[in-house]
């Protein structure tokens, strides 16, 4: 498939809805080289060696028990736009056409940005930690998906041994199943929110709390992930995040406005502003302290909060 291929399904689209979710498929996959997915025997030990390592360490470190995902994948850059397209159809797929006049143009210009969003993150997600929220199955609890062929790239590109740079990355994802297993109502919390703010937009609404509420539980989420990750990798990994933090700064003007639109710095924000809500948590008081935001949904930082952690402690401590 080509690039043509993919600029002839945006133009295509067809259907009731707002997005045509064969045609974003459709049009990503033609516009993303699928990358070398060939592992030796070595390399496949190496993933499970590294999920089963940093579900041990983690443990240790958080004091919870959780289970890693049924569904671990190391994919290539097609199958990740696959699985993703799948979640932002359930997110997104109640969204209907409120009339005939411009139903046709509104869903080939979302269409093809949604096709554009999901080819840029396919050449860029190196793991993924996916609840799988709004899953119609009960069977679908959640998975761990790694792209294969984007770590070896980006290990390549920042001059590391991709074993080390792939065990980082298993481990951050890993922080992620940890706070899944910790709070088990916090699916539920955040679909409840997600849909709230799209049945808005639906409504041509900005729904602005839940989305406060939804942005405060994503900083928590990111934020107690950067302070496992401190404790529990067992590596000195600086190195690491100044490289990556680097190369994300010396991209073109091209991909810097992407990730603005995709609102890939508010993400960046919410990992800052997460630590540092959690490192003065456990500096005033202890880990086991910064584990009681998943003990209840009532637990959670506000937004507030987030900014005032001594609020929070005199809360919730």
Known sequence: MTLSDSVRAITTASGDGLIDWRAVT??????????????????????????????????????????????????????????NTATFERVLGTLETTGPGLAGFARVLNTGSMSVALAFLANNVLGQYDPLLLAESPTESHALYFVQPNIARVADELDVAEERFRRWIAFHEVTHAAEFGAAPWLPDHLEARMEQSVDALGDGRVDRQSMRELNAAMTAVEGYAELLMDRAFDDEYEDLREKVEARRRGRGPIAALVRRLLGLGMKRRQYERGKAFFEHVVEARDIETASLVWGAPENLPSDDELDAPETWLARVD
């Open 26 to 83: 459709e049009a990503a996959t033609a516009a993303v080289d699928p990358g070398e997915l060939s592992l030796s025997a070595a390399e496949r030990d190496g993933y499970a060696r590294d999920v089963r390592d940093a579900r041990t360490r983690v443990s240790e470190v958080a004091g919870v028990d959780f289970d890693v995902p049924d569904t671990i994948e190391v994919q290539n850059r097609h199958h990740w736009i696959d699985a």
